[in-house]
């Protein structure tokens, strides 16, 4: 190619992305972008966002697990119509943190708070003769009510102690599911009150990999908090079949394949991605050594970064937008341009990993820091960076399930939808918005490592964006919000359906972002925001507490 043609090439991409940056590419002309004044009315904002929600599903579905704003309609997730606690206890938390925080809502947030605790003790039971996900379970209900216990007991409200109980009785039950597994390795689900263990009932009933991976934050608190080791033993009893039979380091780079074989412990299929069934394996490597402070952890959370770098990483183009593609067919498969908004939790892991929670400032000048750490710092603000354009280019503001990047080979498909840049194209099939936070949980993060305001307006501007176009004035003149069946038409196709992490990620770390004195060096978050405290490491050590195994190769 002639060099005139590669500058030509050039400068329309750096055009393109600049036309973009200012907003005046595509069906959304922005004339203002939306400005916020101070970080205590943003957070007013958020309350009232919260309170709203909360205000209707408690005027007509309160106690159940899934409710539909536009209708009214709602039902309880297992079979047997038993509640779970999926909005009220996935809550929690979420109110606890504005009720420590707010100027003016101070007392709704404290009647909430308390009727929830009420209801916890009086109604909700774990004795139910139906089968629940393990992993879902776990990650919204053992860690609601292990967040709940922390931030009671902290805050002096009520009785903690309810939620600790609760937190023990539902442990108990979900691990049965590991008894007699030779592997390690639980089933999907496991009937709470029978203690059956129920294989997953597709792929040949492989278990996801990231779900049996994203127990151990749970688990492992509860040992801490109770003495018990049973159940933090139970927890770490997975990895030894998931990476000496399958020689995760060595021949997969540390990359896992989305599904394994709860039996043999051995992989199903090649599929590798950091999107669904993927996600969390990696995000609990991590966060498993920012918990303990045990080596391991990070040096397999190391591994698999290095595994990411090589075989995930990609540009789009004409931009240049840094994304984490996927390898369907094995490392040694062609890439994949597509994308989850799934995936954009990694920005926020990436800063974390590099920076343990300290300031960007403090952290280069520790002792740990060195090149590699540096890469991935650069890694976590350019990653974070492209999932904010996933929402900046769409009509809407509003990030769709999947995007997949023009890479110059991928076709883009009939009645696909491609972005003012031409860096990436949606689907028909995945044009939908189900107010996910994974992108404003990387912004957090990254305006708590730099405090760069940059941040805080991206942020500022998602938040914009739901309140203008996934909200609904319903009859009774309520304002409500749902997800969303097309973020790109405007107006926005709604559906009647209100996320249970809504509330419990969405608008947490939207608030937590215009908090102004988040220590992240003292709090670890699970996969569904639920923050548990860091373990004092003595205490650990005379609770003999600590990892009881190693792969049989680590290769850093």
Same mark, same amino acid.
């Given at each position: 190619m002639r060099s005139d043609n590669i500058l030509k090439i050039w400068l329309l991409g750096a055009i393109s992305t600049?036309?973009?940056?200012? #907003?005046?590419? @595509?069906? =959304?002309?922005? $004339?203002?972008?939306? =400005?916020?004044? $101070?970080?205590?009315?943003?957070?007013?904002?958020?309350?009232?966002?919260?309170?709203?929600?909360?205000?209707?599903?408690?005027?007509?579905?309160? #106690?159940?697990?899934?409710?539909?704003p536009l209708s009214h309609s709602h039902r309880n997730m297992p079979r047997s119509g038993d509640p779970l606690g999926w909005i009220t206890i996935d809550a929690l938390d979420t109110m606890l943190l504005m009720f420590n925080k707010t100027t003016s809502n101070r007392a709704e947030f404290l009647k909430g708070i308390l009727e929830i605790q009420v209801w916890t003790a009086n109604e909700l039971n774990y004795n139910i003769d139906a089968e629940v996900n393990i992993f879902e379970t776990t990650i919204r209900m053992l860690g609601g009510l292990l967040? *709940?216990?922390?931030?009671?007991? =902290?805050?002096?409200?009520?009785?903690?102690? &309810?939620?600790?109980?609760?937190?023990?009785?539902?442990?108990?039950?979900?691990? &049965?599911?590991f008894k007699d597994r030779e592997s390690g390795i639980p089933f999907s689900s496991v009937n709470l009150q029978t203690g059956e263990a129920i294989?997953?009932?597709?792929?040949? #009933?492989?278990?996801?990999?990231?779900?049996?991976t994203t127990l151990q934050l749970e688990f492992k608190y509860l040992s801490y908090l109770t003495g018990n080791a049973t159940y933090w033993n139970l927890a770490e009893n997975v990895y030894p079949a998931l990476y000496d039979t399958n020689d995760l380091l060595s021949r997969y780079r540390g990359l896992a394949p989305i599904y394994t074989q709860p039996d043999s412990g051995l992989f199903h299929g090649q599929n590798i991605r950091f999107g669904s069934r993927g996600d969390s394996f990696y995000e609990y490597l991590l966060k498993q050594y920012l918990q303990s402070h045990e080596k391991i952890y990070y040096d397999l959370y190391r591994e698999s970064m290095e595994g990411m770098k090589k075989y995930l990483i990609a540009k789009s183009i004409p931009s240049g937008f840094t994304y984490i593609g996927e390898r369907p067919y094995g490392l040694q498969g062609a890439l994949d341009p597509k994308m989850d908004h799934l995936v954009c939790f990694m920005g926020g892991l990436l @800063?974390?990993? *590099?920076?343990?929670?300290?300031?960007?400032?403090?952290?280069?000048? =520790?002792?740990f820091w060195d090149s590699t750490r540096e890469e991935d710092w650069k890694l976590a603000q350019e990653l974070t960076h492209t999932c904010y354009q996933m929402y900046r280019q769409i009509p809407s503001g509003l990030s769709p399930e999947i995007v997949v990047f023009n890479d110059g080979i991928t076709k883009i498909p009939p009645h696909a939808w491609s972005s003012p840049s031409g860096d990436f194209f949606v689907k028909p099939a995945d044009k939908h918005n189900l107010q996910r936070p994974e992108t404003v949980e990387s912004i957090m993060f990254l305006y708590h490592l730099t405090k760069d305001?940059?941040?805080?307006?991206? @942020?500022?501007?998602?938040?914009?964006?739901?309140?203008?176009? $996934?909200?609904?004035?319903?009859?009774?003149?309520?304002?409500?919000?749902?997800?969303? #069946?097309?973020?790109?038409?405007?107006? $926005?196709?709604?559906?009647?359906?209100?996320?249970?992490?809504?509330?419990?990620?969405?608008?947490?770390?939207?608030?937590?972002?215009?908090?102004?004195?988040?220590?992240?060096?003292? &709090?670890?978050f699970n996969t569904e925001a639920h923050p548990f405290p860091v373990f004092d490491l003595e205490r650990l050590d005379e609770m003999h507490l600590k990892t009881n195994w190693s792969p049989s190769v680590v290769r850093l």
């Amino acid at each position: 190619m002639r060099s005139d043609n590669i500058l030509k090439i050039w400068l329309l991409g750096a055009i393109s992305t600049a036309l973009v940056a200012i #907003g005046y590419l @595509g069906k =959304q002309k922005w $004339t203002t972008v939306p =400005q916020y004044g $101070t970080a205590e009315s943003v957070r007013n904002e958020i309350e009232e966002a919260f309170l709203e929600s909360w205000r209707d599903y408690e005027d007509y579905a309160w #106690g159940y697990d899934v409710y539909g704003p536009l209708s009214h309609s709602h039902r309880n997730m297992p079979r047997s119509g038993d509640p779970l606690g999926w909005i009220t206890i996935d809550a929690l938390d979420t109110m606890l943190l504005m009720f420590n925080k707010t100027t003016s809502n101070r007392a709704e947030f404290l009647k909430g708070i308390l009727e929830i605790q009420v209801w916890t003790a009086n109604e909700l039971n774990y004795n139910i003769d139906a089968e629940v996900n393990i992993f879902e379970t776990t990650i919204r209900m053992l860690g609601g009510l292990l967040s *709940a216990y922390h931030y009671t007991k =902290q805050l002096k409200i009520g009785n903690p102690e &309810i939620y600790l109980n609760k937190s023990i009785d539902l442990c108990d039950r979900l691990a &049965i599911a590991f008894k007699d597994r030779e592997s390690g390795i639980p089933f999907s689900s496991v009937n709470l009150q029978t203690g059956e263990a129920i294989r997953n009932h597709v792929n040949e #009933g492989a278990s996801s990999t990231a779900e049996f991976t994203t127990l151990q934050l749970e688990f492992k608190y509860l040992s801490y908090l109770t003495g018990n080791a049973t159940y933090w033993n139970l927890a770490e009893n997975v990895y030894p079949a998931l990476y000496d039979t399958n020689d995760l380091l060595s021949r997969y780079r540390g990359l896992a394949p989305i599904y394994t074989q709860p039996d043999s412990g051995l992989f199903h299929g090649q599929n590798i991605r950091f999107g669904s069934r993927g996600d969390s394996f990696y995000e609990y490597l991590l966060k498993q050594y920012l918990q303990s402070h045990e080596k391991i952890y990070y040096d397999l959370y190391r591994e698999s970064m290095e595994g990411m770098k090589k075989y995930l990483i990609a540009k789009s183009i004409p931009s240049g937008f840094t994304y984490i593609g996927e390898r369907p067919y094995g490392l040694q498969g062609a890439l994949d341009p597509k994308m989850d908004h799934l995936v954009c939790f990694m920005g926020g892991l990436l @800063g974390m990993g *590099a920076t343990e929670g300290l300031s960007i400032k403090k952290a280069r000048k =520790q002792s740990f820091w060195d090149s590699t750490r540096e890469e991935d710092w650069k890694l976590a603000q350019e990653l974070t960076h492209t999932c904010y354009q996933m929402y900046r280019q769409i009509p809407s503001g509003l990030s769709p399930e999947i995007v997949v990047f023009n890479d110059g080979i991928t076709k883009i498909p009939p009645h696909a939808w491609s972005s003012p840049s031409g860096d990436f194209f949606v689907k028909p099939a995945d044009k939908h918005n189900l107010q996910r936070p994974e992108t404003v949980e990387s912004i957090m993060f990254l305006y708590h490592l730099t405090k760069d305001e940059k941040y805080r307006q991206w @942020g500022y501007e998602i938040l914009s964006s739901f309140k203008e176009h $996934t909200s609904v004035v319903t009859p009774d003149s309520r304002n409500v919000f749902v997800s969303l #069946g097309d973020c790109i038409s405007l107006p $926005t196709h709604k559906r009647d359906n209100m996320e249970s992490f809504w509330l419990a990620e969405t608008l947490k770390y939207l608030y937590l972002l215009f908090e102004d004195d988040l220590d992240l060096t003292s &709090i670890v978050f699970n996969t569904e925001a639920h923050p548990f405290p860091v373990f004092d490491l003595e205490r650990l050590d005379e609770m003999h507490l600590k990892t009881n195994w190693s792969p049989s190769v680590v290769r850093l």
